[in-house]
């Protein structure tokens, strides 16, 4: 009963599998809006000012770096929880495929999420006349709270690992 019990419970993991399908799902919506403001940015360049074009800019650069995290979720998490990548070749793979543990990938997302809110208030900032005081203090106060959130993470698993023999 055990032993059908664990081989059940092991077989269970690859209910994840569909949910990392969907994370590149997911990055194809994330292309479809990249390429949508890229397209609709082009007939108004010559009008926009400089601030706006940064504006733009920064969207762009805070959509890829949302989707290098859905890649790294992807692939990471389907490495650590479900099965290997036999069928990437040594040529063709990611340099962290396969090192990355459960938890260097939680401070990576944490980073990421860092960057990504980092890049969302420089464009708060950048806006800031339209954008009434109390709402950027609160930005501000989420963006600390990720980065404290991000350095105690970090913290805690240089301690983890320290301890370990």
Aim: hydrophobic share 55%; aromatic share 10%; charged share 15%.
């Amino acid at each position: 009963m055990e032993a059908l019990l664990e081989r059940t419970m092991y077989a269970a993991r690859w209910l994840l599998a569909p949910i990392y399908m969907g994370l590149s799902l997911a990055i194809v919506l994330l292309g479809i809006k990249f390429f949508e403001e890229v397209f609709h940015v082009f007939p108004t360049i010559l009008g926009m000012s400089e601030a706006e074009l940064v504006l733009v800019i920064l969207s762009l650069i805070d959509m890829a770096l949302v989707g290098g995290l859905l890649v790294m979720v992807m692939f990471s998490g389907y490495e650590n929880f479900v099965s290997r990548l036999d069928s990437v070749s040594a040529k063709d793979g990611l340099d962290w495929l396969g090192k990355m543990d459960s938890g260097s990938l939680k401070n990576k997302v944490a980073v990421s999420i860092v960057a990504i809110s980092s890049i969302h208030l420089l464009q708060i900032f950048m806006n800031a006349q339209n954008v009434a005081n109390d709402k950027i203090m609160w930005y501000v106060i989420l963006h600390l709270t990720f980065v404290l959130s991000a350095f105690c993470m970090g913290y805690l698993d240089q301690v983890t690992k320290k301890k370990q023999p």
